[in-house]
């Protein structure tokens, strides 16, 4: 049944609306894996990379309260946080060259909710902050959600914010805030966020004025196989057009604590997931399955599935371990290392611009 598909991969051929979602129906999961290592091979080779890394949430204070996450809270709400510049500053200085890491960090990944209080000011010092006190560290911060929502407060268009945040130290910024595209279910999903467009055109501009960024897909919840596929073509269409994204990360929905419920993702579609984009995403040059998500072991065994990155060493993570995250929240440098040799790929330490560090690891 996948025949004409596999010819089209193997003769380098772009797939079609239709092949994705004819691979989606399918349940022949090795061929699908076989046919998205093989075109992860020929893109990355053996090489499997990660990064050393930490996250911060700055606030879990969000005006939008999206359905599904267990993270936000609304302002004055048990168990309402929001972090001082002083104290991110505390979290960075904790992990860099600790026994955690072993190494210094390359990157942090800071994403948040949207604070009802806090003015555009406020993450530009917080971004010049780090930079100045650790100006080697790549700074990957705020979601297109989150851009979007700083121009509202800052009154300033959407490519004057960049620019801004751009001079005061990001560096890029990570994939988070696309969901899914469709209308229907993302008006029942998160009818206050902005919409899929609006989302694709931030990131427009992002790359306009020199900003890389991630993507990603939020699937296992409420979503149909044309509401996947459909995301995956929009993330295409803009990488033709602006080749801005670095990689593509499929998140899976995590059900504990949400307004919607529902069920943990399986380990077959997260697998298929990973294989499909691979294969979809032929302007794509990383598929990342981030372990936080996956788990430690789909994360492994999707590095035959197409994935070439499994992130990085976290250390903290709040948003899926509020929604029932199985996962630690931090791993070491060696545990990674492990995880990567032991699917007998090759780790690759890389920056974040997937610059390798280290590649004498076997
Ligand atoms: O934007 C929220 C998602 C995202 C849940 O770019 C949930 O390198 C699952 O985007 N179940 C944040 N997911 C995480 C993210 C990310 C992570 C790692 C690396 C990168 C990168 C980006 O998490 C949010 C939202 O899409 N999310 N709630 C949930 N219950
Ligand atoms: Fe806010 Fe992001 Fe959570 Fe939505 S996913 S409620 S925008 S923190």
Same mark, same amino acid.
């Given at each position: 049944m996948l025949g004409l598909i596999k010819d089209k991969v193997l003769s380098g051929q772009r797939l079609v609306e239709k092949d994705a979602i004819r691979l989606f129906q399918s349940d022949d999961i090795f061929?699908?894996?076989?046919l998205a290592s093989y075109v992860a091979e020929k893109k #990355? #080779?053996?090489?499997?990379? /990660? %990064?050393?890394?930490?996250?911060v949430n700055p606030t879990n204070i969000c005006i939008n309260r999206c359905k599904f996450c267990a993270f936000s809270r609304s302002k004055g709400e048990e168990g309402a946080y929001e972090l001082t510049i002083e104290e991110i500053i505390e979290k960075l200085k904790d992990g860099h060259g600790s026994q955690v890491t072993g190494h210094g960090f390359s990157e942090v990944h800071i994403v948040g909710g949207l604070h009802p209080d806090w003015h555009f000011e406020y993450y530009l010092d917080m971004l010049s902050s780090i930079k100045k006190e650790f100006p080697h560290i790549a700074i990957k911060a705020f979601t297109a959600v989150e851009v979007d929502y700083m121009s509202k407060i800052s009154g300033l268009s959407l490519e004057e914010t960049l620019i801004a945040l751009k001079k005061n130290g990001l560096d890029l910024m990570p994939g988070g805030g696309a969901e899914i595209f469709s209308e229907g279910v993302r008006n029942k999903l998160c009818p206050e966020k902005i919409s899929g467009d609006r989302w694709l055109e931030v990131m427009e501009i992002a790359h306009r004025v020199g900003i890389k960024t991630n993507a990603t897909m939020l699937y296992g919840h409420l979503e149909g196989i044309e509401d996947r596929v459909k995301h995956l073509l929009k993330l295409r269409d803009l990488q033709d057009k602006t080749g801005g994204f670095q990689a593509f990360i499929p998140?899976?929905?995590? =059900?504990?604590?949400?307004? %919607?419920?529902? /069920?943990?993702?399986s380990g077959i579609d997260d697998l298929k997931t990973i294989a499909i984009s691979r294969l979809v995403l032929d302007n794509f040059d990383h598929i990342k399955a981030y372990w936080i998500m996956l788990g430690e072991k789909i994360s492994q065994v999707a590095l035959l599935f197409g994935a070439d990155d499994v992130d990085g060493t976290i250390i903290e993570e709040k948003i899926t371990h509020s929604a029932?995250?199985?996962?630690e929240e931090g791993m070491t440098r060696e545990e990674l290392i492990y995880l990567i040799k032991k699917a007998g790929k090759v780790p690759v330490q890389?920056?974040?611009?997937? #610059? =390798?560090?280290?590649?004498?690891l076997m």
């Open positions: 061929t699908i894996g076989r #990355n #080779n053996k090489n499997a990379y /990660f %990064i050393i890394n930490r996250h998140l899976a929905y995590h =059900p504990k604590n949400t307004e %919607i419920g529902g /069920f943990y993702s029932g995250a199985m996962s890389r920056d974040a611009f997937y #610059n =390798p560090i280290d590649r004498g």
